[in-house]
């Protein structure tokens, strides 16, 4: 379970509640770990034996100007320490829109930024994970829109400690996703299953729950499964009706719907 699609929970609820409800692991968001912080939310994962399976989130490393870059250099090693401090098995990179109009010139800065990072990434014992996002969030969210590309950022860092995340919202459109997902085989950090609500409702909190929409799930988690991946599985749902749901209810459906859509 990702923390978003249950917000209305704690982080401390978050973790209970999805340890009672026989989850096995969490993602969890820089934003909600106050007031307690990342070392009592491990503490408290441990405590209920669940792990935390990942930390949103670094990233949205193009600014304008030099000073705008430092200050974004300084918050990623704080969202590094961080990941270390809760225990999280990877930082998630949400690498951020480019500074100008210039594409290309966007990616190439994010590059050297996760090049930069993961240096204090690897001292810090946290793999880093770049997400590539739908092509509809390239202009406010992230230059990184492909596997392809993200995995060109994450092959480019030579000492390694660099994956990707595979989201089925941003990813389940493209016509090459079955060659592109094996091409990723050995870099896959994490998996993230959303559906696609057609037309979406919102352009950002309009994720659907599994098995509402359009996206093959079982096909896709079963491509990143001959990758070689076997870790957590996370179900990230960004969308008002879920969030109004009491977030125990949210977990009994997602269970229900993952073992009817994805397993």
């Known amino acids: 379970m990702n923390q978003a699609t249950i917000p209305r929970w704690s982080t401390a609820e978050a973790i209970d509640g999805c340890a009672r409800a026989g989850y096995g692991a969490i993602g969890l968001w820089r934003e909600r770990l106050e007031p307690d912080g990342p070392a009592k939310a491990s503490a408290r994962a441990r405590a209920a034996g669940i792990a935390i399976s990942s930390l949103c989130r670094g990233g949205w490393f193009c600014a304008p100007d030099a000073v705008g870059r430092r200050r974004r250099a300084d918050d990623n090693?704080?969202?590094?320490?961080?990941?270390?401090?809760?225990?999280?098995?990877?930082?998630?990179?949400?690498?951020?829109?480019?500074?100008?109009k210039d594409l290309e010139a966007g990616?190439?800065?994010?590059?050297?930024?996760?090049?930069?990072l993961a240096t204090y990434a690897r001292a810090a014992g946290v793999p880093l994970a770049?997400?590539?996002?739908h092509p509809m969030y390239c202009g406010d969210r992230s230059v990184v829109v492909t596997l392809p590309q993200a995995l060109e950022i994450a092959r480019s860092v030579a000492d390694g400690g660099v994956g990707v995340?595979?989201?089925?919202?941003?990813?389940?459109?493209d016509p090459d996703l079955a060659t592109a997902i094996?091409?990723?085989?050995?870099?896959v950090l994490g998996v993230q299953l959303a559906d696609?609500?057609?037309?979406?409702?919102h352009p950002l909190e309009g994720r659907g729950m599994l098995g509402d929409g359009t996206i093959e799930?079982?096909?896709f988690l079963s491509l990143a499964d001959g990758t070689g991946y076997g870790g957590p599985v996370e179900v990230e749902i960004f969308n008002p009706a879920v969030w109004d749901a009491d977030p125990a209810e949210t977990l009994a459906v997602v269970a229900c719907r993952y073992a009817e859509h994805v397993a």
Not at 77 to 100: F, H, I, K, Q, S
Not at 165 to 173: A, E
């Open 130 to 133: 770049v997400e590539p996002m």
């Open 196 to 201: 696609w609500l057609a037309p979406p409702p």
């Open 107 to 116: 990616r190439r800065e994010v590059a050297d930024a996760v090049a930069e």
């Open 77 to 100: 090693r704080r969202a590094v320490d961080e990941a270390a401090d809760c225990g999280a098995a990877m930082l998630v990179l949400v690498c951020g829109p480019a500074a100008t």
């Open 182 to 187: 094996a091409d990723a085989a050995g870099a």
């Open 217 to 219: 799930l079982r096909r």
């Open 165 to 173: 995340v595979l989201d089925s919202y941003h990813l389940w459109w």
